[in-house]
Structures are given as structure tokens and as C-alpha cells.
């Protein structure tokens, strides 16, 4: 069983769907090749925010702007409803010591054109009236938006189907070899598909699938739990984050710790940090913690009583609420927080995008663009250098 | 079960035998999919009602037997916990 197509992407997340859509709509001819289902990775267990305020100053808010822009577009394109929403952000900071700390990422981030500002007391309990005491103040933009991942992939998938697209579930490849003009990757089930490009988009296992070719990636899953509300009325104006979860972001506390040699909490060993958002359907994601974990998929009571605890310090309210359902998903973090986007040096045609951490649903209208751009030859609108392959591999490539 | 009822499947999300099977027809292929697109299966029950429902949907409408379906699992917590019982 042999057949061929101009390019191959491994991984049907929200990023492999993403650029199949966008090569299926320049008229490529595109299989996507995924190990399990659509969505069994991060992206069918996680969040939905399209979070500008967390984002360093450079090329990753530069890149998350030019995505809500394409997600603008997108919604009107894509064959079925993505539920965007622009509710605003709020980081909430319960100390001086938050305070100064956020006073200069949003001073920074403002020097990128994003708005942002800090608010006092009295507007903090305006946007959220049922927020606790603690709250001395907040950063506040109008910007930050939403989107449901699951129908994203969903709208993905449909579009680039319309257009051609052939999925194969189940399809893990076993190996990956050069061929002239492009590669041959063998399936698990035999069949041997001949492609132009192949694109890694692989997400927290993307270095296993460039194992294949003899080289590693410092890919890793970081583990995210999260807890899922009852359908409840809206709480306040605009989704939530604590400070503390953009400082864990930022450098893991439990990493500072250990260099210090101190012994960490509870809260440390779990990275947990606080994110509160509204889905549609009036349900509550709550979380989250980041983990070194493996693969590990479950979920454990102890994390989710630390989640469970710090939502009713900040929200006493939801003392009567019900939580029905939590999971766990594996974010593909980096060792410089930064994803990584490129073609292999020495492997022309092999393309890796995954890396994308906690905001591979933010970034990937555009990683879906950039990807194209490349395979195509075409000169991003980016200088993707600070996110090459490169820089992990050294000089000689791959 | 014909087709063009407003019987919902899906007691807990009010999701319809029409809107699953227009899932499975555009390429909705296994449980947790068709979950992910309609919702079948996210609500209070966390699917105990509607998953075997869904499952025999699959099978009909791409010709699988039972077994070839894949089943979806369970997640914590089994019946709704109030935040109440997260005691500090
Ligand atoms: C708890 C949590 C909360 C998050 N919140 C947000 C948020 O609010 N906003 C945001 O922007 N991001 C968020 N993220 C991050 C986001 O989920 C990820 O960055 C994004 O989903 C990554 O998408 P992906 O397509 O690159 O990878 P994935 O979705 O992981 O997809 C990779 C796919 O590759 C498949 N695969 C694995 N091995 C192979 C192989 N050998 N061959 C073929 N296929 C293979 C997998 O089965 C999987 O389907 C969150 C993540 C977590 C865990
Ligand atoms: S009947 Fe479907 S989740 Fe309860």
C-alpha cells in the first residue's frame, strides 16, 4: 500500500489541523497521520484562552496579535461556529510584591502595543464583585479573547476536508526516510505514504517522532490538571488569573526553590497557579497545576483539593458549587519557553512545529501560516530565528 | 430510532439523535469525538446515560460491531463533589 502527497503532517491537535488547513486551502495536497484520535493530545484537554497578557514582550505577543487578528477571519471561514469571545483579562495580585512584579511585564507589554493597564481596588470589585478581600489590585485588558479548542480542531478538520484532506487515526509512522525530492514514512499498519515535506506536529511527543530520524528536541509534557464546574450563572466580568500563576509561568517557583535547596510546599511541587474562565455552555474551567510528570494522564485528589482550595480563596462564593469532571493534559514545553518552528537544518523538507506550551491554542491560527509560508518556500512575515530547531541541535543541524 | 425525532440522546446536554448522527456523517469517528463536537457525554452524568447510546450510534452508522468502538473512560470524580468538601 504506497501513495504520495506533497506534504505529510504527523498530529491532529489543534496545530497539525491548523496547518492542514492553511496548505489545503493554498491547494496542497495534505494527509494528516495521528497516533490516536483528533484531539488526543493537549488540545483536547485544556483551556480556551487567548491570553495576550501572559505572554513575554516580543516575538510570542507579537505572534499571539497577529493570531486573534487571523481568528477574527477564521470565524467568518471556517464551516462551523469556533465560539471566539473577547471578555477581557484580569491577572489578580494579592501583594506589593505581585504588584511591582506586574507593573513591569505590563510596562513592557505596553511598549509592544498591546492594552493593558493596572487597576485599583474600586475597579477590581466593579469587574468582579465576588472576588475576595485579598485582591489589592489587578491588570486589566479588553484584549484577552477565547475560543473552544475543541471545536476549533472541529472547524479545522471540516475545512480542510472540504478541500481534500486525508486523516488517518491510529497511524503512528515507524519510520521516516529520505527519498529523492522529499521522504518516505511507513505506518504503523505498512502503508508507506511518499511525501514533499513532512511537518512534526507532534505536540509533547514531538521528539519521539524525531527519534526516528536519529535526532532528539528538548519537547517535554508538563502536566496541566484541571477542574470542571456545574453550569453556573456568570461570576464577574472577565476571565481570572492570580499573579502568581504568571510569575509559575514565567520560572517555576519550584525550580527557584530547589536551586535555593528549600524544601517546597505542597503548591510548589505542583506548580499551581490560578485560572478561572467561563466556557459557553456556563461550566467553569479551574486549574491548573504544571507538573514534570510524564506521561502520566491521571489525575489525583491531592492536586485537585489545592485547586479546589485556592478557587474558593479567591471566589468564597463558589463554596456551594459542584465540580463534575476533571482531566489532565500534557503541555509541550521547552527549555526556553519558546516553541520551536522551522525546517531541520541538513534534513530539507522536515519541518517541526510543536513546543507551543500553554499557548498552543492562542498561536495556532498563525503557526498554521508560518508552517505554510515555509513549506512553500515563501519568507514569513516573522523572524522565526529565536523559534528555529537550530538552536537546540548546534551548528552542524540535525 | 428514526431519523428527524427531536429525541435527545444526551439527556444532561440536550443533545439530539440528529445532531450525533450529523457528527458521524461529517467524520466524527469515535466516542470521545463525537463527545468533543456535540457535547454527548460532558454533562452532570458525565455521560453514564448516553455513552452506551453513542456507542451503538457508532456502530450503526459505520457499520462496526460493538467491540470496535472505542470506549471512553471515566474521569474523577465519579458523582459531582461540592467545593465545600475541599476543607483548608
Ligand atoms: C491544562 C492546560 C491548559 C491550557 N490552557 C491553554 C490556554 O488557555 N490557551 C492556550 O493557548 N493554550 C493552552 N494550553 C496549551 C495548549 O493546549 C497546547 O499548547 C496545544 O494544545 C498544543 O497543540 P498541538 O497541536 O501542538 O499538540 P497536541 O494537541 O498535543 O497534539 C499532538 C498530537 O500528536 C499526536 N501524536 C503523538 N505522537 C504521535 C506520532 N508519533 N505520530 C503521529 N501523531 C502523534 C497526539 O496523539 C496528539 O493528537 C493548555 C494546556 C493544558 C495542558
Ligand atoms: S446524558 Fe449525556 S452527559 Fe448525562
Known amino acids: 500500500m504506497n501513495s504520495s502527497t506533497d506534504v505529510l503532517i504527523l498530529g491532529a491537535g489543534v496545530n497539525g489541523l491548523s496547518i492542514a488547513y492553511e496548505l489545503c486551502k493554498r491547494g496542497k495536497k495534505v494527509v494528516v497521520a495521528e497516533k490516536a484520535e483528533i484531539g488526543a493530545g493537549a488540545s483536547g484537554s485544556c483551556d480556551d484562552m487567548i491570553l495576550l497578557q501572559s505572554k513575554k514582550p516580543g516575538i510570542l505577543l507579537e505572534m499571539a496579535l497577529g493570531s486573534l487578528e487571523l481568528f477574527r477571519s477564521l470565524r467568518e471561514e471556517l464551516p462551523c461556529d469556533i465560539e471566539l469571545d473577547t471578555k477581557g483579562g484580569m491577572i489578580l495580585i494579592e501583594d506589593e510584591e505581585q504588584l511591582s512584579l506586574m507593573e513591569g511585564f505590563v510596562a513592557g507589554q505596553k511598549s509592544c502595543g498591546l492594552e493593558v493597564e493596572i487597576v485599583g481596588r474600586s475597579r477590581v470589585k466593579a469587574l468582579q464583585p465576588l472576588v475576595s478581600e485579598s485582591v489589592i489590585a489587578s491588570t486589566y485588558s479588553a484584549r484577552d479573547s477565547q475560543v473552544n479548542p475543541l471545536l476549533l480542531m472541529k472547524a479545522f478538520y471540516l475545512g480542510a476536508s472540504e478541500r481534500g484532506l486525508r486523516l488517518l487515526r491510529g497511524a503512528a509512522p515507524v519510520s521516516i526516510e529520505p527519498r529523492a525530492g522529499g521522504w518516505a514514512t511507513r505506518l504503523a499498519s505498512g502503508e508507506e505514504i511518499e511525501s514533499g515535506a513532512v511537518v512534526n506536529a507532534a505536540g509533547a511527543w514531538a521528539s519521539q517522532v524525531c527519534s526516528l530520524l536519529g535526532f532528539e528536541l528538548p519537547i517535554i509534557p508538563r502536566k496541566g490538571q484541571v477542574m470542571v464546574t456545574e453550569q453556573i450563572p456568570p461570576i464577574g466580568a472577565t476571565n481570572v488569573w492570580s499573579a502568581k500563576y504568571i510569575a509559575s509561568k514565567l520560572k517555576p517557583v519550584a525550580a527557584r526553590r530547589e536551586a535555593a535547596g528549600a524544601a517546597q510546599t505542597p503548591e510548589e511541587r505542583y506548580g499551581l497557579g490560578f485560572a478561572f474562565t467561563s466556557t459557553h455552555s456556563g461550566n467553569y474551567l479551574v486549574g491548573s497545576t504544571r507538573e514534570n510528570a510524564g506521561f502520566d494522564k491521571g489525575t489525583d485528589p491531592e492536586a485537585l483539593a489545592l485547586i479546589g482550595r485556592q478557587v474558593r480563596r479567591f471566589f468564597p462564593v463558589l463554596a456551594n458549587v459542584n465540580f463534575i469532571r476533571s482531566f489532565a493534559g500534557f503541555r509541550p514545553s521547552t527549555t526556553d519557553g519558546m516553541p520551536v518552528i522551522g525546517e531541520v537544518a541538513g534534513r530539507p523538507g522536515f519541518f517541526v512545529a510543536a513546543g507551543h506550551e500553554g499557548d498552543g491554542i492562542a498561536l495556532a491560527p498563525i503557526t498554521g501560516k508560518l508552517v505554510a509560508d515555509l513549506v512553500e518556500g515563501r519568507t514569513p512575515g516573522y523572524d522565526l530565528e529565536k523559534l528555529s530547531p537550530g538552536r537546540f541541535l548546534g551548528a552542524k543541524g540535525a | ?88
Open chain 2, 1 to 88: 430510532m428514526g431519523s428527524g425525532d427531536e429525541k435527545h440522546i444526551c439527556r444532561c446536554e440536550e443533545v439530539s439523535e440528529d445532531e450525533i448522527r450529523a457528527a458521524i456523517r461529517s467524520g466524527a469517528r469515535t466516542v470521545q469525538e463525537v463527545k468533543r463536537w456535540t457535547r454527548a457525554g460532558m454533562g452532570i452524568c458525565q455521560g453514564r446515560t448516553c455513552r452506551r447510546l453513542v456507542e451503538r450510534m457508532l456502530c450503526e452508522e459505520l457499520g462496526l460491531k460493538p467491540g470496535e468502538v472505542e470506549v471512553s473512560s471515566f474521569r474523577q470524580p465519579v458523582r459531582p463533589v461540592s467545593l465545600k468538601s475541599f476543607e483548608d
